[in-house]
């Protein structure tokens, strides 16, 4: 256990700086007397020597893609290129300031341009911003705009929005942010969304309808356009969670779908390292009829001879914009690694897409159809969360005929596969599925790595039932008493001494 | 070519063993009407070292803040990271994870989040922290929401929060954004001409659910006045302060005078300016407010061994259980962010922290003298109803015997960015106010060349 | 204030527990008439942020290859090092570790040299590599001192070896170094007038204990001759092969033409040029040689639990345990950067280091084309025997109708790093005599710029 | 385990090249046919995922100064501060040629010089050469230096060099790759160098003598300057072995005690990481009589104003140089760390020697002195490997004691510090002592983490010797075969498949 709080060095041994340019002694005369902080907050007093070690350990005690297979669900976590990460360390992006004037910045608003057609190009859409900074607050700002659309045709009473129960949370949390009332519908039986049960709830207090595509479980919806029909002819807007973007590119898009606006998440599709939970990026794309409320500035460009090849850039705000919904410009560095990550497929995105659909569909065939030798001495097998001939990126297991027969659950065997040195799959989501375990394996896996996942998945459900309950053994800490803490609430070092 | 893909060429294997012929196959479940006809109308795939060469060209065509004399500020500044900052916060365990759902294989980065969450508690003197927002725009936006949740009950004026006058649009407009839904009223919080907080006027929120003020605000003034505002609300109205995070190495942590929520921008600590993102935000608040805080937070716990463990914790407030009721719809967030940040405190320590803020106000002090004995120029808000001007940290405004915008493009010319025309960023604004921030990084050389850029011209009549 | 010592402030407490006093305590036993009594007189202190911004300078001051047409080479060529080599070379556990005395908790880097000797094995077709040398000059130093160990004792010409023609200055001057010791002769093996070595002339070394030849040699000629020699010298004869190493993704390794140590750079893979150090050397060699060896080598092994495991092994021979009578006195080495070597060639992979090998044989191919069709420009050694002219890899050598110091300055001023002088590096080359390189990371652009920078050269009468 | 060799991704997936100026199919008109290459090297067929996954993992299998605590005597384990790498990435360093004109280089040659200038200062010596890598060839260097004086001062038949039995294995194998005889001389009783056993060796074929001071022991040699004297008086030189310099910066110089040459070892003292065993940097210093001996070239500089800071600077060869023991100018990139290190210090890098002292006294003291607690259950301690008052920077401990009464060796207890998260001292060095452990904690370390290695070290003295003995447990792998290694010898992957 290494504690931060515990290294005892000297107060200012830690990390020397330069001189200020007033002697220390004069400052005080510079901030008010009533002002004047009286005990330095509690920090480390630690050296760069205890420090750099500190953090090597925690970061031992961290999985990440870089550590092993990591199949959480709806994350799409694959490699993240390293020539990304010196991109971002230029000093041309990590030293600028966004209120520069743009002739300082013609670069990136060159690179922001090149993101902007090129997001609209793949998803059908007409305009893009690089605004929002999650997928998140990519649904809240899209919803905003389709709010203020609303409200500029007289349309005031629009006041529900529709989500199938197969959605993410974000999208009920960002439509109810923005005051809608949430409507869910329940997917079918087989998972696909029902239309009857849409045509029951639309009608003229419908704002907006949510979808994500493929869904939750991974499935391409097959009556997407007539869903978009009824909506539509509602008189309600299309809003595409592009969530699972990398199944699709180059293959269908929100446009041909018939949705109105997009998110995209930059940080799945497009390899955006999102370390511990973040940063994101997440953009939003919209039909014309919406693109004059999108968030304020987007970035547009004139012909000039001595600009980038041929062209200058400026900002531009749409006529109705919303505003803006974070302070600068969105997380520019996010952005410009996924325009290093776009670059290296360029016209061959559609490869991306059907490398991740193919190594799904490859895993998911893999565990689902075991030769009889694997099949030996498992008591039950997990079915398929919702039937389908081909899924898409990614898929769904249901585990309650292990928990029926045997008291595992989905938890346990998620834990279990954590000893064997796999990050858990997405666990428990979408909620219409029982005991659901969701696997996404990305493009960057490779056949081996599958098909070692599908043998060691098979094999711990053939494992006494006992060590898969009680896993995990091998990881630096056994199973985590989540109760205990959301009882206790310790949420910070007491820093007694 | 493309590359990273350690499945191309074994594609027919694959299939075949799934008993399927062709990769089209697995996406006949997409309707053809809606399928895509004509390919991606896109450039071809680079390499590596195409896309490197691109990156250096076109990065390198914008102009770097440290290339130059630079005053650009306003809640952004142009700092010093640590090298030893990107080095470890780019290790792959830390920067390829996700949220930690599996605490048991995540407590490197759940540690380093709590220990985060204390480091922030001990600058703001507040006992909560989480473990980031995205900006410290939607942080404020989320405080005031939060405030309202908790304060709407018994306020006397139920869906009112005050809003601290001349706040930056950057900032106002996201807040405007983010209380649409909730359906509160945003009214303004006047100023003294010394640009401080109107106490007298600052009555009238009382009852309110919540106060929202800054500090230093957004003229760069240490604003006394903030002190006395907790008094004048009460306990059902949330103080928010919003916080240039680094100004608390020698300023009074605002939990120490009254407020319920801190927020602000954490980019100072570890990260560059990165043309505004990512960066993180910083929440912290009091325990009253810790149900309705928006993002996560780690708590410290046990495993079944009795080993200590952390853990995500009360996250029954977040969207991915609590769904359209949660408090927030944050999902991705900036922890990354948050850990550079975590690293660049920790090295700083305590008096690392108070050395970064008197380097930023021996800066800015060095900068206003200067730029203040040019004839004609003139600190805003000088006229102070006590006997001392207004004193300032990392930025000072001033007004011009001329347009700002002039001013910037004459100073522009000379390889100077000197600073930002308030008018740009704040409804009301006169367009000969200029906002001039100096940190830690500012040389007097660069000091010397802005007065000399500035003074010329004046004497060249403004323009 | 220096940072960095975890003590500072502690000095006292420290000294008290031991019963000392004061730190001078500590260094009693240093007798007075040799203490130094002036403190250094040396610069004060600098912090991070000083130190970096004195680096950027500095080195700010230097010209990058890659910043202009660049044709310099001579065994140490601009290239282009994916990314993923030096973040994942300097993650702290390679970084910060020295040599693996503990094979228990070293088999991270145990295994990579393990993988690194099996690379070079299959690069150069000889069994055993160890796991790198100082550089190419070393390498092939103690590959001739190595040689004339084994074969001496039955040596027909004891203590003689033949060196090539031709050698640059910088690795000739180390090789006698390296033999005054041993009391080695080195005699020259002449080469014929297209450049390739005299195979008549090659049979007056046969008995002797070594021949070292370059493949290509030091004008950039692929020698087809050297296939032959082997035949010629015997067995009893050490045939040492220096190789550009990026050519054999290309060229036939030396292994297959009976060359029984091959040495070279190995700088092309992993690093960039940086100034000439650190790069490491490339040693390989057939079983006979192996326990004369120089460096440290890996073999694989199992542990107690007859678990696969990894070791340094064969260390009888070294300085550590053999002390004076050790195969060489190596101990530091420069594995760490044979790390970022080995991450390079199995990033490149097969295909990939053919690639590389086609696109320096390109580069070199166009260069030479547009510097051949200036009048008055003539290869060197074109007065081939056969009907075709010399072929080359990397890097080719003309004759200039004047002084090359005086072209070379001339594109100098223009932007363009002509190539060297041979006359600079060679001893006896004529001032004429221009050795022109080229890489992958050689441009269109920079090929026209370097010729039309010796037309106008040429065309202004060479001055 | 993961198998470099194993990964199975199409030949060409790995890493793409952009095209080659002349199409793929003409190149084979530009290789004699008889050279072509006609099987590429069986190299990894992997993608970057696939090895930055590879790498991580084998990084994760690799102790480091990062990893812990590191008190390999001898070598100076101390903390790599973290700018150094960031600065030697600055295409000025990384993308330069040594034979580029000087005036491309003006940068790399300012920092040359101060570095020769401030290596000569601190060790009282007039000229220093910065070329060699690694100490081993700093040796080699000054002792040929050594060798070419006596030849020009006509003294062919000094053919000896004089080295004490503590001496590092380099040192006599340096002196003997010069075709030296070495002449080992027998340590006193307590370790300290025999003045008489030196001058009944001394004489006329006296070539050199090479010290360690302080020695191997870490102790200060009392009485070198008489040995210089000894060695002197015979018309021999003194040669200084300049790996323990961290020890005694700003205390005392080889010049003070009388050496002529003197190699510095750059990786230790000033820090250079040296990752799995190099890269290294052995500048070497020598007084005027030798100077012109030196390995070309060094560096010089003229006033000139428009240089950097007044001075331009420029490459000189010494008059009758050696000639060169690099192909270029030494392992710049490691001097140049080793400049961003001293910069940090400056003329206060009399304090980092005194934190290193301080610190090995400190553990040494803490480990020879338990309390009786501590003391409970040990059968035998450990005694000092030389007495002394005081070391410098690394003092030696016999475990000779423990050996006899309770089997357990110096390797075993070495072995048994890897479980407790410890790098192993160096071990059964110097030769002189016996079952020798030889520690050196340097001044990067906290007292807390010499506090706990001296607990841990005596609960290791009181464990189960059966424990000990078959030490390590919770290591990578078990204690190691090295003798099956070295019986069968293999060294490479068979590469069956
Ligand atoms: C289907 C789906 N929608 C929306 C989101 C929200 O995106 P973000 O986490 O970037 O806010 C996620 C991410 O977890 C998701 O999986
Ligand atoms: C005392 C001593 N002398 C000489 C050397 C040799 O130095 P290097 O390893 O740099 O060749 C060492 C290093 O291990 C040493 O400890």
Same mark, same amino acid.
């Given at each position: 256990?290494?504690?931060?709080?515990?290294?005892?060095?000297?107060?200012?041994?830690?990390?020397?700086?330069?001189? =200020?340019?007033?002697?220390? +002694?004069?400052?005080?005369?510079?901030?008010?007397?009533?002002?004047?902080?009286?005990?330095?907050?509690?920090?480390?007093?630690?050296?760069?020597?205890?420090?750099?070690?500190?953090?090597?350990?925690?970061?031992?005690?961290?999985?990440?893609?870089?550590?092993?297979?990591?199949?959480?669900?709806?994350?799409?976590?694959?490699?993240?290129?390293?020539?990304?990460?010196?991109?971002?360390?230029?000093? *041309?992006?990590?030293?600028?300031? =966004?209120?520069?004037?743009?002739?300082?910045?013609?670069?990136?608003?060159?690179?922001?341009?090149?993101?902007?057609?090129?997001?609209?190009?793949?998803?059908?859409?007409?305009?893009?911003?690089?605004?929002?900074?999650? *997928?998140?607050?990519?649904?809240?700002?899209?919803?905003?705009?389709?709010?203020?659309?609303?409200?500029?045709?007289?349309?005031?009473?629009?006041?529900?929005?529709?989500?199938?129960?197969?959605?993410?949370?974000?999208?009920?949390?960002?439509?109810?942010?923005?005051?809608?009332?949430?409507?869910?519908?329940?997917?079918?039986?087989?998972?696909?969304?029902?239309?009857?049960?849409?045509?029951?709830?639309?009608?003229?207090?419908?704002?907006?309808?949510?979808?994500?595509?493929?869904?939750?479980?991974?499935?391409?919806?097959?009556?997407?356009?007539?869903?978009?029909?009824?909506?539509?002819?509602?008189? *309600?807007?299309?809003?595409?969670?592009?969530?699972?973007?990398?199944?699709?590119?180059?293959?269908?898009?929100?446009?041909?779908?018939?949705?109105?606006?997009? %998110?995209?998440?930059?940080?799945?599709?497009?390899?955006?390292?999102?370390?511990?939970?973040?940063?994101?990026?997440?953009?939003?794309?919209? /039909?014309?009829?919406?693109?004059?409320?999108? =968030?304020?500035?987007?970035?547009?460009?004139?012909?000039?001879?001595?600009?980038? +090849?041929?062209?200058?850039?400026?900002?531009?705000?749409?006529?109705?914009?919303? !505003?803006?919904?974070?302070?600068?410009?969105?997380?520019?560095?996010?952005?410009?690694?996924?325009?290093?990550?776009?670059?290296?497929? !360029?016209?061959?995105?559609?490869?991306?897409?059907?490398?991740?659909?193919?190594?799904?569909?490859?895993?998911?065939?893999?565990?689902?159809?075991?030769?009889?030798?694997?099949?030996?001495?498992?008591?039950?097998?997990?079915?398929?969360?919702?039937?389908?001939?081909?899924?898409?990126?990614?898929?769904?297991?249901?585990?309650?005929?292990?928990?029926?027969?045997?008291?595992?659950?989905?938890?346990?065997?998620? /834990?279990?596969?954590?000893?064997?040195?796999?990050?858990?799959?997405?666990?428990?989501?979408?909620?219409?599925?029982?005991?659901?375990?969701?696997?996404?394996?990305?493009?960057?896996?490779?056949?081996?790595?599958?098909?070692?996942?599908?043998?060691?998945?098979?094999?711990?459900?053939?494992?006494?039932?006992?060590?898969? /309950?009680?896993?995990?053994?091998?990881?630096?800490?056994?199973?985590?008493?989540?109760?205990?803490?959301?009882?206790?609430?310790?949420?910070? %070092?007491?820093?007694?001494? | 070519?493309?590359?990273?893909?350690?499945?191309?060429?074994?594609?027919?294997?694959?299939?075949?063993?799934?008993?399927?012929?062709?990769?089209?196959?697995?996406?006949?479940?997409?309707?053809?009407?809606?399928?895509?006809?004509?390919?991606?109308?896109?450039?071809?795939?680079?390499?590596?070292?195409?896309?490197?060469?691109?990156?250096? @060209?076109?990065?390198?065509?914008?102009? #770097?803040?440290?290339?130059?004399?630079?005053?650009?500020?306003?809640?952004?500044?142009?700092?010093?990271?640590?090298?030893?900052?990107?080095?470890?916060?780019?290790?792959?365990?830390?920067?390829?994870?996700?949220?930690?759902?599996?605490?048991?294989?995540?407590?490197?980065?759940?540690?380093?989040?709590? &220990?985060?969450?204390?480091?922030?508690?001990?600058?703001?003197?507040?006992?909560?922290?989480?473990?980031?927002?995205?900006?410290?725009?939607?942080?404020?936006?989320?405080?005031?929401?939060?405030?309202?949740?908790?304060?709407?009950?018994?306020?006397?004026?139920?869906?009112?929060?005050?809003?601290?006058?001349?706040?930056?649009?950057?900032?106002?407009?996201?807040?405007?954004?983010?209380?649409?839904?909730?359906?509160?009223?945003?009214?303004?919080?006047?100023?003294?001409?010394?640009?401080?907080?109107?106490?007298?006027?600052?009555?009238? #929120?009382?009852?309110?659910?919540?106060?929202?003020?800054?500090?230093?605000?957004?003229?760069?003034?240490?604003?006394?006045?903030?002190?006395?505002?907790?008094?004048?609300?009460?306990?059902?109205?949330? $103080?928010?302060?919003?916080?240039?995070?680094?100004?608390?190495?020698?300023?009074?942590?605002?939990?120490?005078?009254?407020?319920?929520?801190?927020?602000?921008?954490?980019?100072?600590?570890?990260?560059?300016?990165?043309?505004?993102?990512?960066?993180?935000?910083?929440?912290?608040?009091?325990?009253?407010?810790?149900?309705?805080?928006?993002?996560?937070?780690?708590?410290?716990?046990?495993?079944?061994?009795?080993?200590?463990?952390?853990?995500?914790? $009360?996250?029954?407030?977040?969207?991915?259980? @609590?769904?359209?009721?949660?408090?927030?719809?944050?999902?991705?967030?900036?922890?990354?962010?948050?850990?550079?940040?975590?690293?660049?405190?920790?090295?700083?320590?305590?008096?690392?922290?108070?050395?970064?803020?008197?380097?930023?106000?021996?800066?800015?002090?060095?900068?206003? @003298?200067?730029?203040?004995?040019?004839?004609?120029? &003139?600190?805003?808000?000088?006229?102070?109803?006590?006997?001392?001007?207004?004193?300032?940290?990392? &930025?000072?405004?001033?007004?011009?015997?001329?347009?700002?915008?002039?001013?910037?493009?004459?100073?522009?010319?000379?390889?100077?960015?000197?600073?930002?025309?308030?008018?740009?960023?704040?409804?009301?604004?006169?367009?000969?106010?200029?906002?001039?921030?100096?940190?830690?990084?500012?040389?007097?050389?660069?000091?010397?060349?802005?007065?000399?850029?500035?003074?010329?011209?004046?004497?060249?009549?403004?323009?």
């Amino acid at each position: 256990m290494s504690d931060i709080f515990a290294f005892k060095g000297a107060h200012d041994a830690g990390y020397a700086q330069p001189k =200020p340019l007033i002697s220390e +002694d004069e400052i005080s005369s510079l901030i008010p007397n009533s002002m004047v902080r009286k005990n330095p907050p509690k920090w480390p007093t630690a050296s760069e020597p205890e420090l750099v070690r500190h953090y090597t350990w925690l970061s031992s005690r961290n999985f990440g893609i870089d550590s092993g297979f990591y199949p959480l669900g709806s994350c799409t976590m694959k490699h993240n290129p390293r020539i990304n990460e010196r991109i971002v360390q230029l000093p *041309g992006m990590n030293d600028i300031h =966004p209120l520069a004037p743009e002739s300082h910045l013609q670069g990136l608003l060159a690179i922001f341009y090149e993101m902007q057609e090129m997001l609209a190009h793949c998803s059908g859409m007409d305009q893009v911003t690089l605004q929002p900074v999650a *997928g998140a607050q990519g649904e809240f700002a899209a919803i905003r705009c389709i709010q203020e659309y609303h409200r500029n045709n007289g349309d005031e009473c629009r006041n529900k929005v529709i989500v199938p129960d197969s959605a993410h949370g974000t999208n009920p949390a960002s439509a109810a942010m923005c005051g809608y009332e949430i409507i869910e519908i329940p997917s079918r039986d087989d998972g696909r969304l029902d239309l009857d049960a849409l045509r029951a709830v639309t009608g003229d207090d419908t704002a907006a309808m949510m979808v994500t595509n493929p869904s939750t479980l991974g499935l391409f919806e097959p009556e997407i356009a007539e869903a978009a029909e009824i909506v539509h002819e509602a008189g *309600g807007q299309m809003y595409y969670d592009g969530a699972n973007f990398n199944a699709i590119l180059g293959k269908t898009s929100p446009g041909l779908m018939g949705f109105d606006a997009v %998110h995209y998440n930059l940080h799945k599709t497009f390899s955006q390292p999102h370390g511990g939970g973040g940063p994101g990026s997440g953009p939003i794309g919209v /039909k014309n009829h919406l693109a004059q409320y999108l =968030p304020k500035p987007l970035v547009d460009r004139r012909k000039d001879a001595k600009g980038i +090849d041929g062209y200058s850039y400026f900002w531009i705000n749409p006529e109705n914009s919303i !505003g803006k919904v974070q302070q600068w410009h969105g997380n520019a560095g996010a952005v410009v690694r996924s325009w290093a990550f776009y670059r290296r497929y !360029g016209r061959e995105l559609e490869k991306m897409s059907e490398h991740a659909v193919l190594n799904a569909n490859y895993l998911r065939y893999r565990i689902l159809n075991p030769d009889s030798a694997s099949l030996q001495g498992i008591p039950a097998m997990p079915v398929d969360g919702a039937p389908a001939d081909v899924v898409k990126h990614e898929f769904t297991l249901s585990m309650s005929p292990i928990k029926d027969t045997t008291g595992v659950s989905g938890k346990d065997v998620a /834990k279990r596969l954590l000893d064997y040195g796999y990050m858990a799959p997405t666990l428990y989501f979408p909620m219409i599925v029982p005991e659901c375990l969701m696997i996404e394996p990305t493009e960057t896996e490779s056949k081996e790595v599958l098909d070692k996942f599908a043998d060691d998945f098979l094999a711990i459900l053939s494992e006494d039932p006992e060590i898969v /309950k009680s896993a995990p053994h091998s990881t630096d800490v056994g199973r985590v008493d989540e109760v205990w803490a959301a009882r206790n609430l310790v949420l910070r %070092h007491p820093l007694e001494d | 070519m493309v590359d990273h893909l350690p499945n191309l060429g074994r594609e027919a294997e694959m299939l075949h063993s799934m008993g399927l012929e062709s990769i089209e196959d697995l996406f006949s479940d997409i309707p053809e009407d809606i399928k895509r006809v004509e390919p991606l109308d896109l450039p071809l795939p680079q390499t590596e070292e195409e896309i490197w060469a691109d990156a250096q @060209r076109l990065l390198g065509a914008n102009i #770097a803040m440290n290339s130059r004399p630079n005053f650009l500020g306003a809640g952004l500044y142009q700092n010093f990271v640590p090298t030893m900052v990107p080095m470890m916060a780019t290790r792959g365990e830390f920067l390829t994870a996700y949220t930690p759902y599996q605490p048991e294989v995540s407590q490197g980065m759940l540690q380093a989040m709590w &220990e985060f969450q204390t480091m922030i508690s001990e600058l703001v003197g507040l006992p909560v922290s989480n473990v980031s927002m995205y900006d410290a725009s939607t942080a404020a936006a989320e405080a005031i929401t939060c405030a309202v949740r908790v304060h709407n009950r018994k306020a006397s004026q139920p869906n009112v929060v005050y809003v601290t006058e001349w706040l930056p649009e950057h900032r106002l407009s996201v807040i405007q954004n983010y209380v649409v839904g909730a359906d509160i009223e945003i009214r303004l919080l006047t100023t003294n001409d010394d640009g401080k907080i109107n106490l007298e006027m600052a009555k009238n #929120a009382n009852g309110c659910c919540a106060v929202y003020v800054e500090q230093p605000n957004p003229f760069g003034i240490i604003d006394t006045n903030i002190q006395n505002l907790k008094e004048i609300i009460g306990d059902d109205t949330a $103080l928010i302060v919003g916080v240039n995070a680094t100004s608390l190495g020698l300023l009074t942590p605002p939990g120490e005078y009254g407020a319920d929520i801190v927020v602000g921008e954490g980019q100072a600590f570890g990260i560059g300016a990165t043309a505004g993102g990512p960066i993180y935000g910083l929440f912290a608040c009091t325990e009253k407010y810790l149900r309705q805080m928006p993002g996560r937070i780690v708590g410290k716990t046990f495993d079944s061994n009795g080993k200590q463990a952390f853990t995500l914790t $009360l996250s029954t407030r977040e969207q991915h259980i @609590r769904r359209h009721k949660a408090t927030s719809n944050i999902c991705s967030n900036e922890t990354l962010i948050a850990l550079m940040g975590a690293m660049h405190m920790a090295l700083l320590g305590p008096s690392g922290v108070q050395k970064l803020a008197i380097r930023n106000t021996a800066a800015c002090e060095m900068t206003k @003298r200067s730029v203040l004995s040019i004839p004609g120029i &003139e600190l805003l808000h000088n006229d102070s109803g006590e006997n001392q001007p207004p004193q300032h940290y990392n &930025e000072f405004s001033v007004i011009l015997p001329g347009s700002a915008t002039s001013a910037l493009s004459f100073l522009n010319h000379r390889g100077v960015t000197g600073g930002l025309a308030l008018s740009d960023i704040m409804e009301g604004a006169d367009d000969s106010w200029l906002l001039i921030s100096a940190t830690d990084q500012t040389k007097l050389d660069d000091i010397q060349e802005l007065s000399v850029g500035l003074n010329e011209w004046v004497l060249g009549g403004c323009s």
